[in-house]
């Protein structure tokens, strides 16, 4: 089975509550998990969150919205990664999504569950040797190698990103880098701040007709049009 665990929480630093901000009368989360759920390649999806009480919306968007839900520790997202897949397993394969990418396109998730089958890889994904924009990211690791990482990992660093500690260790774990042309790595398309907020509301506006059936070039012939939204929170 291949779970999707998409991790998300409430209090960001920058952007405090930003995945349940509405968009459209949605809230963030909502248009991002209707776009995942697109993916031909994942069987299960769980969102992964803290324990914390300012977590407790989050819950109850899921309780409300039929969405698998697991809590976990606020800082020890390694841990809450492998205690959701524990418990909604038994998975072969992990596909790691963060909850402040909304544009995530369901078919770049399915080329990076391809090339993690394909190259027999503990770790695929698009975000180190970064061609595609910040804000599609999307990781795909073997159980066995989360499970590895979970048991070794001792760094508080390594605790709180995921996959750090595989990073960390190319000569025990093999990678496979998803890469595109031409390069896209600087488009900025996650939400951290207000203005990142602002320029993704204004893309799903943008492109509301299209019921969130839109995919990366979709954006990007909407931003060509639209040159004073890329503006407002490039980099």
């Avoid at 025990?172 to 203005?195: E, I």
Wanted: proline residues 5%; aromatic residues 6%.
């Amino acid at each position: 089975m291949i779970l999707a665990i998409l991790q998300c929480r409430m209090s960001s630093t920058r952007l405090p509550g930003k995945v349940l901000k509405p968009i459209l009368g949605r809230p963030m989360l909502s248009w991002q998990i209707d776009r995942i759920r697109r993916s031909r390649t994942i069987d299960r999806l769980v969102v992964a969150t803290s324990q914390e009480t300012s977590d407790d919306p989050i819950q109850a968007f899921c309780d409300a919205n039929q969405v698998l839900c697991y809590r976990g520790a606020l800082h020890d997202v390694l841990g809450r990664f492998h205690g959701a897949a524990e418990v909604f397993g038994p998975a072969e394969h992990v596909v790691r999504l963060t909850g402040d990418c909304p544009l995530i396109d369901w078919t770049i998730i399915d080329a990076t569950v391809d090339l993690q089958r394909r190259a027999e890889s503990d770790l695929a994904g698009n975000g180190i040797e970064r061609t595609y924009p910040d804000g599609l990211d999307v990781e795909v690791v073997a159980f066995s190698a989360l499970e590895r990482a979970h048991r070794e990992a001792t760094e508080a660093s390594e605790r709180e990103h995921v996959t750090q500690h595989i990073y960390h260790h190319p000569e025990t774990f093999r990678l496979a880098h998803l890469t595109q042309t031409p390069d896209l790595g600087a488009l900025r398309w996650t939400v951290d701040t207000p203005a990142d907020f602002e320029m993704v509301e204004k893309v799903f506006k943008g492109l509301a007709g299209r019921n969130n059936n839109f995919l990366q070039q979709d954006v990007l012939d909407f931003l060509e049009v639209h040159p004073e939204i890329v503006a407002i929170n490039a980099p």
